[in-house]
């Protein structure tokens, strides 16, 4: 594991789950992450931060009383300035939900979406810098989005946030040739892989439309799936091997989705 280190501009850093019932969705990520959890900003309302052997790796919070509200996991983007970063992405078609706005003084925030409709969050950091620990069950080790088609969205990342991109999810690290759609983008910054876009084109679900998935390193997927279902949860794609390893898809009780992927990817 290794402590938490300012990432460069536009590079994921933290994840956020927003849930109807934070106590139990506690107990489910507890129980199957092995996470504990302390007391996150206070301007983010009911909100705690998941800790792995004291490091930090994701955040939990309550979600308004509204039942139209989606669940879902959230990657966040660091950026040296969130406000002008937010600026540009208005002016490149996305929007800005919620922010920019201080969270005491761990860092400045925006919750934003791109111009396909995808929520994802820009983080400024300030005294807390994102993911702490890595390599070891339970941490977020990748995120995608998908979407239906990446040809629009992709140059909406490109003109934000200055990504260089790869049409070779192998080559770059991550995705399967055998198995994923060629509709496949990866996001590079620096030389380095940081994040994907996927296009499903009609397999994309009409009830949530184009949205961040994160994927989390498990010791074991099928031990892992058989725990989700123990936990209240639901099995989306059972696992299958696949280029970079064995991998599946779930969801938490109240259905926001993410990725398993084992140790060995």
């Given at each position: 594991m290794t402590e938490a280190t300012r990432r460069a501009p536009g590079s994921p850093c933290w994840v956020s789950l927003m849930a109807h019932g934070l106590d139990a969705t506690m107990d489910f990520y507890g129980g199957l992450f092995g996470w504990e959890f302390h007391p996150g900003p206070r301007q983010l309302g009911p909100y705690v931060r998941a800790l792995?052997?004291?490091?930090?790796?994701?955040?939990?919070?309550?979600?308004?009383?509204?039942?139209?509200?989606?669940v879902a996991w959230t990657p966040y983007l660091a950026t040296p300035d969130v406000d002008r970063t937010a600026e540009a992405l208005r002016c490149c078609g996305g929007t800005v939900g919620v922010g920019p706005l201080d969270a005491e003084d761990s860092g400045r925030l925006a919750i934003v979406t791109d111009t396909a409709g995808?929520?994802?969050?820009?983080?400024?950091?300030?005294g807390h810098l994102g993911i702490a620990a890595g390599g070891v069950h339970g941490t977020p080790?990748?995120?995608?989005?998908?979407?239906?088609?990446?040809?629009?969205?992709?140059?909406?990342?490109?003109?934000?946030?200055?990504?260089?991109?790869?049409?070779?999810?192998?080559?770059?690290?991550?995705g399967d040739r055998d198995d994923g759609p060629e509709d496949y983008v990866t996001l590079v910054r620096d030389g380095l892989p940081v994040a994907a876009l996927r296009g499903v084109g009609k397999a994309l679900p009409r009830d949530r439309g184009s949205h961040w998935v994160t994927w989390?390193?498990?010791?074991?997927?099928?031990?892992?799936?058989?725990?989700?279902?123990?936990?209240?949860?639901?099995?989306?794609?059972?696992?299958?091997?696949?280029?970079?390893?064995?991998?599946?898809?779930?969801?938490?009780?109240?259905?926001?989705?993410?990725n398993l992927v084992g140790s060995g990817r």
């Open positions: 792995i052997d004291g490091k930090e790796v994701a955040g939990v919070g309550r979600l308004p009383a509204d039942p139209r509200l989606q995808s929520v994802f969050g820009l983080w400024q950091a300030a080790v990748w995120n995608e989005l998908v979407t239906a088609e990446t040809a629009a969205v992709v140059k909406f990342y490109r003109t934000v946030f200055g990504y260089q991109e790869s049409r070779d999810p192998v080559a770059a690290g991550h989390f390193q498990v010791d074991d997927v099928d031990t892992a799936v058989e725990r989700v279902a123990e936990l209240g949860g639901r099995v989306v794609d059972p696992p299958e091997d696949g280029a970079r390893g064995r991998r599946a898809t779930v969801t938490d009780p109240e259905g926001a989705v993410f």
